[in-house]
């Protein structure tokens, strides 16, 4: 009897992820959410700029590549020519938080009923490791080499918060991959979203906070405890906005 | 069907409509809102989505989403929104994605203005985006042709999997003419199968991607796309020519400013002056074999636009110093009038003599 197994909507392709980038983890919920809602075949996902950018080799359900940034942009036009679609993107925080920020936010002012998977961690992983917007101060980069300072460089966005003030936002829910706990947070926020699209009851994002390793310059379980330690005071884990709750995480 | 007087923006939404496109995604800017502001009226009474985005940047990016999903999608912009396209342009080219994206043309660069100009022409049909990569680009002269031109546009797009471009200028989306919608042959349009729509678990999923990190791959995709390229040049090259058979003049204009000289062409030859008229239809493919021809027959050419000399440099690559090839243009959104492009001739026509 087999009690685990790859998730069918994950591609049986070798990641090109360093060893210790939680990338590959958060993929594997995103495919067991689809396999679990049997959506795989109306599913289109949508790939970023990044680290992530080979992700439309990664999942068995239609893929599509999209300029730095404008993955939300790419996902409203497949919606809106296919609103039967599951679309999703999966975004860094370079793409989804500097260059991406205006597509971002008006998904969310829209309430396009698309789910964004936003890997938060703190860093450009694809070009070699320099300062993203959501770097924290004083953290170093090869752009930062002195610490971010913020009167230079100014501060972090978070960007759960931020959309969760927009009306059109069904979702927002920031969670992390450092632990098994965590994981399985992580899997049960990014199903949710996934279903509130089903239900099509607007916009849902999930930020997952992840390691980098490499470009942080940790092994990878001192990144695991450099995001509990560090990461997560900055960005605190939890639901910022979820309209099906009852209470006061309808709107934060 | 009746002809109806209509402006050339209300236009080509009307004919985006009657050419099946369901789906315009665009940001407003003079002077080309009339095409948003019309489809926002009629895309909603035929099941339609006229959707404003955020920025020309966000609006490129939809159409380049619905596309990617197998829907005929349409957006517009003017000069400055085009540059701001280009990103996206690069992308769809790169993805092999048909649309349409009509430019009507403002002076430049910067905001420039907002009256008429073909200041665009190097960027329409050479630097469009980043990267080897052409659109094929449609250059009407009337009302009636930016009807005809934008139905055949969309069927181009989905032939070639390619942007199609209309380059228009200010001129041609403001001012009305009649024009009718008549049905046009129907061409055979090739099944979308490429489309990343969802695969419904009856096939492989699809990739719709730019990326070749090899460089052997993307040398072999972009080759294989400039095969497409040429069969374009030898299938699709469109020109009209007036008064050329005897013409010791000719002159070489597209769009608003093709019409200008067909009426200096007109006075020219009242005051017994032989003068004809080439002008492109398509901008690319350029019909460089056919002004090669004319090079080759007539004295001399004249190029008018409403630019400081674009097309121009195509039509002396194309003449290949047959006969002298001469400019004349206003620019900044001026419009030259028929005297002054008449002037022009009759000082070229006494050099000659």
Known sequence: MVVFDKPKALADAPFHYCPGCTHGIVHRLVAESIDELGCEGRTVGVAPVGCSVFAYNYFNCDMIQAPHGRAPAVATGVKRAKPENMVFTYQGDGDLAAIGTAETVHVGARGENITIIFINNAIYGMTGGQMAPTTLPGQVSTTSPYGRNIKIQGHPIRICEMLSTLDGTAYAERVSVDSFKNIKKAKSAIKKAFEIQQAGLGFSIVEVLSTCPTNWGKTPTEALEWLRTDMIPYYPLGVYKDITAKGENRHV | ?353
Not at chain 2, 324 to 334: A, H, I, L, W
Not at chain 2, 336 to 351: D, G
Request: contains cysteine; proline residues 5%; negative net charge.
């Open chain 2, 1 to 353: 069907m009746a002809k109806v007087l209509m402006k050339g923006n209300e236009v080509v939404a009307e004919a985006a409509i009657r050419s099946g496109c369901r789906l315009f995604f665009g940001y407003p800017i003079t002077p080309q809102t009339e095409i948003s502001e019309t489809l926002a009226k009629r895309m909603p009474q035929v099941d339609g989505l006229c959707l404003q985005a955020e920025s020309e940047v966000a609006a490129i990016n939809m159409v380049l989403g619905a596309s990617a999903a197998g829907a005929r999608v349409l957006t517009s912009s003017s000069s400055p929104g085009i540059s701001l396209k280009s990103e996206g342009i690069s992308y769809m080219v790169g993805s092999d994605l048909p649309c349409v994206i009509v430019n009507v043309q403002r002076g430049g660069p910067g905001l420039g203005g907002i009256q008429p100009s073909q200041a665009d022409y190097y960027q329409a049909t050479k630097a469009l985006g980043h990267g080897d990569m052409h659109l094929i680009v449609l250059a009407p002269a009337s009302i009636q042709e930016v009807a005809d031109l934008t139905m055949e546009a969309f069927d181009l797009a989905d032939i070639y999997r390619m942007p199609v471009m209309i380059l228009a200028d200010g001129a041609l989306g403001q001012m009305m003419e009649p024009v009718n919608f008549e049905s046009r042959p129907s061409r055979q349009i090739p099944e979308k199968t490429w489309a990343a729509g969802g695969h419904g678990d009856k096939r492989k999923n699809n990739i719709i991607n730019s990326l070749y990190i090899q460089p052997d791959e993307l040398e072999n995709m972009v080759v294989e796309r400039f095969k497409r390229y040429a069969e374009i040049a030898e299938k699709e090259v469109k020109h009209e020519e007036y008064l050329t058979d005897d013409a010791d003049i000719v002159l070489v204009s597209y769009g608003i400013t093709a019409r200008i000289s067909k009426s200096a062409v007109n006075m020219a030859r009242a005051n017994g002056i032989k003068v004809g008229l080439f002008r492109p239809i398509t901008l690319w493919p350029f019909p460089s074999k056919a002004i090669h021809a004319i090079g080759k027959k007539t004295k001399a050419i004249l190029t008018v636009e409403l630019n400081m000399g674009q097309m121009v440099s195509d039509v002396k690559l194309a003449v290949e110093n047959a006969c002298p090839v001469e400019f004349y243009g206003r620019t900044g959104g001026m419009l030259p009038s028929v005297e002054e492009v008449y002037k022009k001739i009759a000082t070229m026509a006494a050099e000659l003599k």
